[in-house]
């Protein structure tokens, strides 16, 4: 447990609006991760941070930006919120290498 | 980009039987991570093999990883009730940083 929390859980938006969702985790890990996690698809990796204002694209990147400003948190924004970008999202944190431990999740809804 | 295919997508079983899940992929992997989902959490980590030929136990769980390191199964035994979750597998690269994740195995046992 890396003491990742989420917020929000749960978001119910509309087509064009932007949305901002957070990470914050309490263990000084230095990768933290962005996914999605969608129905026959697993887990899809949209950015990650490798340190404070190092970010870098994952696989499924296109509609979202990120920042990290602290250590501790690490936010995904949708700039213009689509209702392909309806997903549930991970945030993961990793110390060193292999074990990534994962946030509850947040569940948004793009109407 | 690195693939991992899982099999099969969905398994039904009772308690008390067997079950196989695999993993496989084209891809050599650093290492091989097996998730456990619950509804409503992220993934939890329930172990990680290196080296190519590994088996490891967890319980009734026995993970093994191929010789090539290119595929890994995760077999239960006497499955239980308390063993119904999303399994997904997940192969670290060389930088042992980045995960691609399978598209996961979803099983319910029943009582």
């Known amino acids: 447990d890396a003491g990742i929390t989420q917020s929000p859980r749960h978001k119910v938006t509309e087509t064009g609006t932007p949305v901002t969702l957070r990470c914050h985790q309490t263990?000084?890990?230095?990768?933290m991760y962005w996914y999605r996690q969608d129905p026959g698809h697993g887990l899809r990796l949209i950015h990650y941070s490798y340190g404070v204002k190092d970010t870098d694209k994952g696989e499924v990147s296109d509609g979202y930006s990120v920042s990290r400003s602290k250590t501790e948190d690490f936010l995904l924004t949708l700039e213009s919120a689509t209702s392909s970008q309806t997903s549930v999202y991970f945030c993961a944190t990793m110390r060193g290498s292999d074990t990534q431990y994962f946030g509850p999740g947040t569940r948004l809804t793009v109407l | 980009t690195q693939l991992l295919e899982q099999s099969p997508q969905f398994l039904s079983i009772q308690e008390g039987e067997n079950l196989t899940v695999y993993c496989n992929s084209s891809?050599?992997?650093?290492?091989l991570q097996w998730y456990r989902q619950e509804p409503g959490e992220g993934p939890v980590l329930l172990v990680t093999v290196v080296t190519g030929g590994e088996v490891k136990k967890l319980k009734r769980l026995t993970f093994q990883f191929g010789d090539a390191r290119k595929d890994s199964s995760l077999h239960i035994t006497a499955a239980q009730p308390g063993d119904t979750g999303l399994y997904l597998c997940?192969?670290?690269?060389?930088?042992?940083?980045?995960?691609?994740f399978g598209g996961g195995t979803r099983l319910m046992v029943k009582p």
């Open positions: 263990e000084n890990h230095r990768y």
């Open positions: 997940a192969g670290a690269g060389n930088a042992g940083n980045m995960l691609t």
């Open positions: 891809s050599v992997f650093s290492s």
